[in-house]
Every structure is written in structure tokens, then in C-alpha cells.
Antibody
Framework: EVHLVESGGGVVRPGGSLRLSCAAS????????MSWVRQAPGKGLEWVSR????????QYADSVKGRFTISRDNAKNSLYLHMNSLTAEDTAFYFC???????????????WGQGTLVTVSS | EIVMTQSPPTLSVSPGERASLSCRAS??????LAWYQQKPGQAPRLLIY???SRAAGIPDRFSGSGSGTEFTLTISSLQSEDLAVYYC??????????FGQGTKVEIK
């Protein structure tokens, strides 16, 4: 059974930093691309960042580019999101999601974690 | 950026009735469209990928159709457990890969 478990959320002041983690099990993590998707409370889904299977390709939404860094450790079956210069607009539940698809570059999200809440507030 | 527009924002359907949810893309996404179900307090769950393929374990009352810019998610006979927000997601072109704003399905 696939499990994705996020951790590291919490309350942080504007301008602060936080590192989120996602522990994966039940599938071939080191062969799967991964993404972070966020959801502000009561709002819709927003894709944030993705990383390919070996970490060689990383991509970001414009809203976080230059502030967030995605990384992975395949030996630990773990995904990370380093978040800097946080603002109130970054307040959201952050979900990690595994990718699937038959063709390169065409990936949907087949499994999702339960999310971790990041609150940016003074 | 491809903008995904879902309608209606809220759909109220009686148990056993059919529910049809619409998703429109601002440009063609071919068949690269997924649907997710998000129940209150839960993570999203994949229902449909490649516009019409059901994900593993998804009941056959859920079906997807469409291509290009117009897509539909149909729940053939609504059950009480189908109360949720449903999102479409295009993965044809990105970044960014984009979602619709969601359709909330209520039980009448």
C-alpha cells in the first residue's frame, strides 16, 4: 500500500523559513517524479514544484521561484521542500504527490499525502 | 499558462440521480486531463486520468469524457459518499500544471 506522509509544517513569521518533508513507501520511489501541491484554507489546488526521479530536473511555479527549493533523497525515500522568504500568501496545506503517466512530461498525480499546514503570520 | 474553468461551482443532486461536471481549458490539452475527488478534511484522490481512464479501485459509476478543450466528469448514480469537491487538472503543458477551481457536489 502506498503511503506519503508529510511533516514539518507549523507557524512561521513573515520572512522566515521552513523545511517540509515527505516520507514515501509502498512504491518505487526512486523511479517516480514527485510534486508539491498546495491549498490555501478553503481554496483550490495550486501546483508548486516538481522533481524528476533522480533530482536532475526541478521546476517551480512563478509564485515560489527563487524562494522555494525542492530536493529528494532516494536512499531515504524522502522528498523535501525548502521554503524561504515566506509571506502570508504562502499559508496553505502542502501536499506531496507522486506522478504517473505513460509518456515523458505528461504526468498526473496518482497518490497524495494527507498534507501539512504552513501558517505564515506575525 | 493554461486556465482551467469548471462549472457549475456547486451542484446539488438527489441520491441515485446523474451528476455532470464540466471542465474547459483555455487551449487544447488533448487527452491529458485528470479528475480528482477531495472529500472534506481529506487529501485529493485520483479518479480519472487521460480524460477517460478510471484509476484503480474507482467505482464504475464515475466516468470521464472529452478531449481538446471540453471535458465532462459524470457520476451515473450519485451516492451519499460522493459528497466532495471535484477538480480537473491539465498535464499537457507546464509548468505550471494547472487545476480548475473545483465543483462542489452536494446531496439534495
Amino acid at each position: 500500500e502506498v503511503h506519503l506522509v508529510e511533516s514539518g509544517g507549523g507557524v512561521v513569521r513573515p520572512g522566515g523559513s521552513l523545511r517540509l518533508s515527505c516520507a514515501a513507501s509502498g512504491f518505487t520511489f526512486d523511479a517516480s517524479g514527485m510534486s508539491w501541491v498546495r491549498q490555501a484554507p478553503g481554496k483550490g489546488l495550486e501546483w508548486v514544484s516538481r522533481i524528476n526521479w533522480n533530482g536532475g530536473i526541478t521546476q517551480y511555479a512563478d509564485s515560489v521561484k527563487g524562494r522555494f527549493t525542492i530536493s529528494r533523497d532516494n536512499a531515504k525515500n524522502s522528498l523535501y521542500l525548502h521554503m524561504n522568504s515566506l509571506t502570508a500568501e504562502d499559508t496553505a496545506f502542502y501536499f506531496c504527490a507522486s506522478e504517473d503517466g505513460d509518456l515523458p512530461g505528461l504526468y498526473y498525480f496518482n497518490y497524495w499525502g494527507q498534507g501539512t499546514l504552513v501558517t505564515v503570520s506575525s | 499558462e493554461i486556465v482551467m474553468t469548471q462549472s457549475p461551482p456547486t451542484l446539488s443532486v438527489s441520491p441515485g440521480e446523474r451528476a455532470s461536471l464540466s471542465c474547459r481549458a483555455s487551449q487544447s490539452v488533448r487527452f491529458n486531463l485528470a479528475w480528482y475527488q477531495q472529500k472534506p478534511g481529506q487529501a485529493p484522490r485520483l479518479l480519472i486520468y487521460d480524460a477517460s481512464s478510471r484509476a484503480a479501485g474507482i467505482p464504475d459509476r464515475f466516468s470521464g469524457s472529452g478531449s481538446g478543450t471540453e471535458f465532462t466528469l459524470t457520476i451515473s448514480s450519485l451516492q451519499s459518499e460522493d459528497l466532495a469537491v471535484y477538480y480537473c487538472h491539465q498535464y499537457n503543458k507546464g509548468p505550471p500544471w494547472t487545476f480548475g477551481q473545483g465543483t462542489k457536489v452536494e446531496i439534495k
